[in-house]
């Protein structure tokens, strides 16, 4: 069952359903491979059509939908490539954003971001799975606007659903979430030290735990992957390349 989100005020409708849409395909609700019904989806809503539709043109170019033309919209299924394209490119940025922090950050905005760890380990411990990837993804967007960089946030966001969806089955396994959170403190107490080379390391780390398991998340849900080619398949698109 979807959740259907209240409305932001000056919030067009179409952003509104982009919202709603992109809420519940990052906390798998709208699970990989569900059809999306116009006109069930709008009554639930309570929006018109086009703006229905503005919305699913703009996700089907983030390759987070599939229309289907004369057949119906799906929910895309998850393309391990994609999502690892995803954690390279934030890897890249926010391991250089760790150097920064260490620089600019101070103990104010420390203590802020050490109670936002606590406020986490708090949700993980009791399984609140949403607000554990809220709680996962403010932090790092704390770091972000505190080091000045917020068009690498909008950057880095503007993909994140990929990447974010497999973050949410990973605490729906309950896969080492404990090493997740450990980086952040370590993170912050490298910022609080100004170490920047460790900062870096940390933030790289962090990165690729998200992605390690992703064999492991695969085997609890294998229907939410895009299947692999046949090998035959991948034998006769590379003869036609030849």
Not at 35 to 40: C, G, I, S
Not at 187 to 213: P, Q, V, W
Request: charge should be negative.
């Amino acid at each position: 069952m979807i959740l259907v989100l209240e409305k932001k005020r000056k919030e067009s409708a179409k952003e509104y359903i982009m919202r709603i849409l992109l809420d519940n395909i990052v906390n798998v609700r709208l699970k990989p491979g569900d059809q999306l019904l116009e006109r069930d989806f709008c009554e639930l809503c309570g929006v018109s059509r086009t703006p229905f539709r503005e919305a699913l043109l703009e996700l089907a170019q983030r390759h987070l939908v599939e229309i289907r033309p004369k057949i119906g919209t799906y929910v895309s299924y998850i393309d391990v490539d994609l999502v690892d394209e995803v954690r390279h490119m934030r890897s890249v940025l926010e391991s250089e954003l760790a150097r920064m922090a260490c620089r600019v950050i101070g103990e104010d905005d420390l203590k802020k971001l050490r109670g936002n760890v606590a406020r986490w380990k708090e949700c993980v411990e009791m399984d609140q799975v949403a607000e554990s990837l809220v709680l996962d993804k403010e932090f790092h967007g704390m770091i972000y606007q505190l080091c000045g960089r917020s068009y690498w946030y909008e950057l880095a966001e503007g993909v994140a659903p990929h990447f974010d969806r497999t973050s949410t089955l990973k605490y729906q396994c309950k896969l080492a979430t404990e090493n997740v959170i450990q980086d952040h403190e370590e993170l912050l107490d490298a910022i609080a030290s100004r170490d920047e080379e460790r900062a870096s390391e940390i933030a790289r780390r962090h990165l690729n735990r998200y992605t390690e398991n992703i064999e492991e998340i695969r085997e609890h849900f294998p229907d939410y992957f895009v299947k692999p080619k046949p090998v035959s398949d991948q034998i006769r698109t590379n003869r036609d390349e030849i």
